[in-house]
């Protein structure tokens, strides 16, 4: 076997890279179609109502994506590094290229892109996604035969059932535990949702603590792969760590939202109960309209035979029509 520029005859061409998730796309364009329908009801809504109405469409709406997404997203920890490091089996050549890695709660995401991007005629940028549904075995047998570049095989090699760190296990059963745990905190922003739009205040608040609840559950859960021993990545003549990323303080951020909103709620709900119900019934504006006149009327003389009629104002009249 020999090289055809730089490129070893038994290895497929340039492949299309993973990109970008369906079902991140798919949850964004559900939600997004849902928030503007929402939105198009606002204008009809009378009065001060209206502000209020929307902050209460968009905060919920965000708080209910974000749950979603965050079951889906490849950033919950990750590690970056830049070396130098072989490019391929069976191969001397050295390539310059950052080196990625994204943790996930259903999987890994490796990226390798080099500097500069285009070194021995060929683009080296890669984003390869790896699953732990059963295992690794299968998917790392696929990339072998692929022939991606080492330094991706080495680091999935290190998440399958053959690899001494026995990393597969602490990560695969963590980010179950964290995903179960963010479906149930979507079930009660579900449920919060519902009971805000009933005369049940104070039970919608206590749902909101308990989304907040399970959300602190899921980081919890997943942040027990930092206490296992941390296996050492080294590539080349360097090495890495997994830390914390954004996903993980987006997860934070919300569950702090949901707190502060749940424990806001059950606080007013105690202090101002009937304020609380007019803010959140369907007549809020209903005492808006107490000082409108409401002109001339008349009264039919046919059915008022025999009848005393005493004086009355034109809003008390019109009110007997």
Not at 175 to 202: D, H, Q
């Amino acid at each position: 076997m020999t090289f055809y520029d730089d490129i070893y005859p038994f290895y497929p061409l340039q492949r299309t890279s993973f990109i970008f998730s369906g079902r991140l796309l798919t949850i964004i364009l559900v939600f997004f179609v849902l928030a503007v329908s929402l939105l198009l009801i606002v204008p009809g809504i009378r009065g001060k109502s209206r502000l209020f109405w929307m902050c209460r469409i968009t905060i919920s709406l965000f708080i209910g994506v974000v749950i979603v997404v965050l079951n889906f997203t490849n950033d919950w920890a990750e590690a970056r590094m830049t070396t130098n490091a072989t490019y391929k089996s069976f191969s001397n050549a050295v390539v310059n290229a950052d080196i990625g890695l994204h943790v996930g709660l259903y999987g890994i995401n490796v990226t390798l892109k080099g500097n500069p991007v285009v070194q021995f005629n060929e683009t080296i940028d890669y984003n390869e996604m790896f699953t732990w549904h059963d295992t690794m075995e299968e998917e790392y047998e696929e990339a072998l035969e692929k022939g991606l570049p080492n330094p991706i095989l080495y680091i999935a090699e290190k998440f399958t059932l053959s690899s001494p760190c026995g990393l597969i296990f602490q990560y695969r059963y963590s980010g179950r535990y964290a995903s179960a745990t963010l479906w149930t905190a979507f079930c009660c922003w579900m449920l919060a949702n519902i009971l805000f739009s009933m005369p049940v205040v104070l039970y919608a608040g206590y749902m909101m603590m308990a989304t907040a609840a399970f959300i602190f559950f899921s980081m919890a859960s997943f942040s027990t792969i930092m206490n296992v021993p941390q296996c050492v990545f080294s590539i080349g003549t360097d090495s890495f760590d997994i830390e914390y990323s954004h996903s993980f303080w987006l997860a934070l951020a919300t569950g702090a939202l949901c707190a502060v909103i749940g424990i806001l709620m059950v606080t007013l709900n105690f202090l101002i109960p009937e304020k609380m119900k007019e803010a959140f019934s369907v007549g809020v504006d209903s005492y808006e309209d107490e000082d409108v006149s409401y002109g001339e009327s008349y009264l039919n003389a046919v059915f008022l035979d025999g009848v005393k009629i005493s004086p009355l104002t034109s809003k008390v009249m019109a009110e007997h029509v």
